[in-house]
């Protein structure tokens, strides 16, 4: 049996992320979500978002609205989705949307959750003076960062790259994409492909 993906980000520290999920066994990825196009640089020349560009690179289905409407949420239950991948996309997800995948979406967080919830959680870590932080694969819901925790990976501060944007050393940097290695995360990933039922997904953190 094959599974149908749907994958939702926008800034480049999702790369690895998403590269890693299309890589699972029996995967299909039927779309990618990602913010429009946009001026950038000295020139304000319109341009892609690194997830963008690299949906268009590999051919797959991009989707870029400028925000998301019930029409939205509409055409992703039309396409039979599995199981739906969030990490850096940029949009509030409302009901509708989180209901569209059979199990909903899923979400990369670049903190070790409840730790550091919000839109900056590497940031946050160097801020602070953490020695460890991580990832955690967690079940989005309404609320920012509230979802049921799957599985967590720790990563040390010295594993990260502080550069600006901060990307920390299991995302990507100048295209040069990989995966991830979190294997805590990614081992729980699969298995939420076997619930039937979104009720039926629980913490296995």
Not at 28 to 50: I, K
Not at 137 to 165: C, E, F, N, Y
Request: charged share 20%.
């Amino acid at each position: 049996m094959r599974h149908r993906l749907v994958l939702l980000g926008s800034d480049e520290i999702a790369l690895a992320a998403f590269i890693a999920a299309r890589a699972l066994p029996a995967v299909d990825v039927v779309a990618v979500y990602s913010q429009p196009d946009r001026p950038s640089g000295r020139g304000q020349e319109v341009r892609p978002n690194p997830v963008a560009a690299w949906a268009r690179q590999e051919g797959l289905p991009l989707l870029q609205p400028e925000r998301l409407s019930a029409e939205d949420a509409a055409y992703l239950q039309s396409l039979d989705v599995s199981l739906g991948v969030v990490m850096a996309y940029g949009q509030i997800l409302k009901d509708d949307f989180l209901q569209a995948p059979r199990l909903g979406l899923v979400n990369f967080h670049g903190s070790l959750l409840p730790a550091l919830r919000g839109a900056t959680p590497v940031e946050g870590a160097l801020a602070a003076g953490l020695d460890v932080t991580g990832i955690s694969l967690q079940q989005v819901v309404r609320k920012l960062d509230a979802g049921p925790l799957h599985a967590s990976a720790a990563l040390t501060i010295a594993h990260m790259k502080a550069a600006q944007p901060c990307v920390p050393a299991w995302a990507t940097s100048r295209g040069n994409w990989r995966p991830a290695p979190c294997p805590q995360s990614w081992r729980a990933l699969p298995s939420l492909y076997r619930r039937t039922k979104r009720k039926s997904v629980t913490p296995v953190a």
